[in-house]
Every structure is written in C-alpha cells, then in structure tokens.
T-cell receptor, first 113, second 116 residues
Framework: KAGVTQTPRYLIKTRGQQVTLSCSPI?????VSWYQQTPGQGLQFLFE???????NKGNFPGRFSGRQFSNSRSEMNVSTLELGDSALYLC????????????FGSGTRLTVV | AQSVTQPDIHITVSEGASLELRCNYS??????LFWYVQSPGQGLQLLLK??????LVQGIKGFEAEFKRSQSSFNLRKPSVHWSDAAEYFC??????????????FGKGTHLIIQP
C-alpha cells in the first residue's frame, strides 16, 4: 500500500511569510502527527491529530498550527516565518494509539531566508 | 516529563562485526519503545517496537532489541553489520495520557559509521 506522502519535498520561503505543508497518511490510518527536525534540537513533536481533532501539542509557539480533514489528510501551517524555522518537517501516520508504530513520510525541507 | 538518552553520538564498526546501540529512558511507567533509522535526506523507518510481553524484540533488517525494566534501557543489537547499515539511529518512547498519544520523544540519535 502507498506510504505517507508529504508535499512539497523542498520549500524556500522568506522571513515573515507563511507556509503550508501537506501530509497524506497511509490509507486507513486516522492519526497524523508532525515533527520538526533540526541539527540543534533534534526531533521534536509538534502536534497530533486524530479524526480531525488535535489530541496533543508539543511545546511550540502559536505560529505553528495544523488541521486534519475528514479524509485524514493533514496540513500544518507556520505563520510569520523566522530563520530558526528552517528544518525538516516530518509527518507520521498511525492507528489510534500507535500500537503498530508510526510510519513516517520523507519530509518537507523548509529553508527560511 | 519523559526523556530519552542515547549516550553515543557516533559509533564506528567494521563491516561484519557486531553492533550494540544504547538507549536509556526516563519515565514513571513502561512506555512504548521504538527504534527508528534515518538515511540522509530521508524520513524515519521503523526498525522495531516494544509494547509488552517478551522483552527481546525482533525487527527488520536483522536487528533486535532488549527491554530491561530495571535499567530503563532498550538497546539495539545486530550480530553482523553490513555497509548499508550506515545511517542515523533514533530511540524513541511514546506515552499515553487520557485517550491519546503524547507524541514520540526521541533521543538525539547515534550516527553509525561502517568501516570496510
């Protein structure tokens, strides 16, 4: 079956702009979570959605937001971009409580200039 | 809050030699435990997971991990490494509060280098 699809793969934005990233989970998976990966901070949890509801949120400012649609596809949005937002953003899909582990997409590489 | 420690930032192993990557976690109960591998520019691939039961877990690509509750450890092992195993390895834990997952907490990763 198809894996987790993240679009776009690469993105360059200017400081102050906003950006929207997309994630299509594995068919049948209703949980979608987002992670930020940077060399300095490593992998950090952003938020998780299940059936269109945000169940949990990591320690990130309100500029980071997300949503999930009825078909389980998810988007995350970052407003007023800062240089420090440059990172690899990874999406993971899973079952209700991740009992079978989470499947990650290849990520979106965001560069803020 | 939970935390994960991978003490070794880099490990160099000769091809064909055995491998052990260390992972220690801090959490009040037994979390769900995972090992992921990441190749350059790629996402994370799940190697294996532990939820309960047998403390020795078999994964893909010939990897196994042993959960030791007394040591709060979940070390990854492979009896004979291949050059294609060179990658970044992440240990992670997942905890649950209420009805939902709290999100994975990752260690900083161990960079594995394979010498010919």
């Amino acid at each position: 079956k198809a894996g987790v699809t993240q679009t776009p793969r690469y993105l360059i934005k200017t400081r102050g702009q906003q950006v929207t990233l997309s994630c299509s989970p594995i068919s049948g998976h209703r949980s979608v979570s987002w992670y930020q990966q940077t060399p300095g901070q490593g992998l950090q949890f952003l938020f998780e959605y299940f059936s269109e509801t945000q169940r949990n949120k990591g320690n990130f400012p309100g500029r980071f937001s997300g949503r999930q649609f009825s078909n389980s596809r998810s988007e995350m949005n970052v407003s007023t971009l800062e240089l420090g937002d440059s990172a690899l953003y990874l999406c993971a899909s899973g079952t209700f409580q991740g009992q079978y582990g989470y499947t990650f997409g290849s990520g979106t590489r965001l560069t803020v200039v | 809050a939970q935390s994960v420690t991978q003490p070794d930032i880099h490990i160099t192993v000769s091809e064909g030699a055995s491998l052990e990557l260390r992972c220690n976690y801090s959490y009040g109960a037994t979390p769900y435990l995972f090992w992921y591998v990441q190749s350059p520019g790629q996402g994370l691939q799940l190697l294996l997971k532990y939820f309960s039961g047998d403390t020795l877990v078999q994964g893909i690509k010939g990897f196994e991990a042993e959960f030791k509750r007394s040591q709060s450890s979940f070390n990854l092992r492979k009896p004979s490494v291949h050059w294609s195993d060179a990658a970044e390895y992440f240990c992670a834990v997942d905890t649950y509060s209420g009805g939902g997952a709290d999100g994975l907490t990752f260690g900083k990763g161990t960079h594995l280098i394979i010498q010919p």
